[in-house]
């Protein structure tokens, strides 16, 4: 059996996989997926998180867990996994980026973005007035995040959105071959998502190889097909 640690994406937290740790569970896996500082429940005043903030909260929870872990980064998850592999990389068993922004050393996650300057993602986002969080259009949210999610399920997820500290977008990630590049790598590019569209996340990918799986859906696989995203991370686990 396998242990997963699973890290949501922009405004989101822990609850994100909510649907995806169950099933996990259920078939005898060990999940972790915790709120990022500032997000979900967690108290932290989201103005003042860092991305060694985000790192230092999952490195002692990586450092507490006996076995190697799939480390699961969704969105702009993507980019605190990567630091997080730089300075634990003894500590897991594989990477995996799902529709995530996969950077390439001393670049930002708004780097990354920037490679689609007509992104939906770059247009519906709304900065704070003292810059230092952002949020999304709401009007935008369910076609950018949520369009293939059920009603029920989108309603819930926009309700628990939080301001998104900005400074993960901003800062450069400092990644090495021997501790970063020596975790393997997936993908698992989602075809329909409107967020980071697929094209850009084929971008990222050549630029830093990866295993690629591909899933017929948005933004949100974790709530559109929950199960199909299962059997991907436990093939993944058992590679």
Known sequence: MATFLLVHGACAGGWAWEKVVPLLEAKGHKVCAPDLPGLGKDQTPPAVVTLADNVEKLARLLDKMDDQVVLVGH?????TISQLAEARRRKLKALVYLCALLPT???TGRDMTNLEPDAMF?????????????????DKLPALFYADVSPEDRYRAMERLRPQP???????VTLTEDRFGSVPRWYIECIFDNAIRVKLQRLMVKATPCKVITMECGHSPFFSNPEELVEHLEAIAAA
């Not at 900005?166 to 450069?172: C, D, F, V, Y």
């Open 75 to 79: 969105s702009l998850g993507g980019i």
């Open 105 to 107: 050393t001393g670049k």
């Open 122 to 138: 770059r247009l519906s986002r709304q900065v704070s007035p003292d810059g230092k969080t952002y949020t999304f259009s709401r």
């Open 166 to 172: 900005i400074s993960i977008s901003t800062t450069p």
